[in-house]
Antibody, heavy 117, light 107 residues
Framework: EVQLQQSGAELVKPGASVKLSCKTS????????MSWLKQMPGQNIEWIGN????????GYNQKFKGKATLTVDKSSSTAYMDLSSLTSEDSAVYFC??????????WGQGTLVTVSS | DIQMTQSPASLSASLGETVTIECRAS??????LAWYQQKPGKSPQLLIY???SLHTGVPSRFSGSGSGTQYSLKINSLQSEDVASYFC?????????FGGGTKLELK
């Protein structure tokens, strides 16, 4: 069974950075892409970018370049996303999602990031 | 970026009814379209990919159709567990983009 377990909720101050994790099991991590997505309360879903589990190759939505950095640790089958220079506009739920044929077949439970002083 | 426009934004229907949700792309996306269901407080779940292919485990009352710039999701015989928000997503071109969502409620 495919499982994506995301790290817990974060409360961070404006200007700070945060690193989110997505620990996977139930499939061969190095054979698939992992995407990260953002959903603000009651709003649309945005695709941030994706990373290949095999070699760490990345693709980003231009909107999130400089804001998000995606990495992987193959040894622990875990994907990470660093978010930098946080503002209130970064307050949202962030999802990781196993990506197959450009669709998001399996999702993590989401991590709520709240940016507040 | 390809803009995805969903309609209606909200919808109220009765149990057993057939419901249709539309999604229009700002350009031809050549069937590179998926549909997701999101229940309150939960993560989205894939329903349909390639515009009309049912994802594993999804009930057959869900179906997708369309081509070019116009696509639709149909739910036959609405069940109480179908109360959710529904999103379309194009993956024909980067960046992959989503529609604004349709909130489906019971009448």
């Amino acid at each position: 069974e495919v499982q994506l377990q995301q790290s817990g909720a974060e409360l961070v101050k404006p200007g700070a950075s945060v690193k989110l994790s997505c620990k996977t099991s139930g499939y061969t991590f190095s054979n698939y892409y992992m995407s990260w997505l953002k959903q603000m309360p009651g709003q649309n879903i945005e695709w941030i970018g994706n990373i290949y589990g095999g070699n760490g190759g990345t693709g980003y939505n231009q909107k999130f370049k400089g804001k998000a950095t995606l990495t992987v640790d193959k040894s622990s089958s875990t994907a990470y996303m660093d978010l930098s220079s946080l503002t209130s506009e970064d307050s949202a739920v962030y999802f990781c999602a196993l990506t197959t044929v450009a669709t998001f077949a399996y999702w993590g439970q989401g991590t709520l990031v709240t940016v507040s002083s | 970026d390809i803009q995805m426009t969903q309609s209606p934004a909200s919808l109220s229907a009765s149990l057993g009814e057939t419901v249709t949700i539309e999604c229009r792309a700002s350009e031809d996306i050549y069937n590179g379209l998926a549909w997701y269901q999101q229940k309150p407080g939960k993560s989205p779940q894939l329903l349909i990919y390639n515009a009309n292919s049912l994802h594993t485990g999804v009930p057959s009352r869900f179906s997708g159709s369309g081509s070019g710039t116009q696509y639709s999701l149909k739910i036959n015989s609405l069940q109480s567990e179908d109360v959710a928000s529904y999103f379309c997503q194009q993956y024909y071109d980067y960046p992959w983009t989503f529609g604004g969502g349709t909130k489906l409620e019971l009448k």
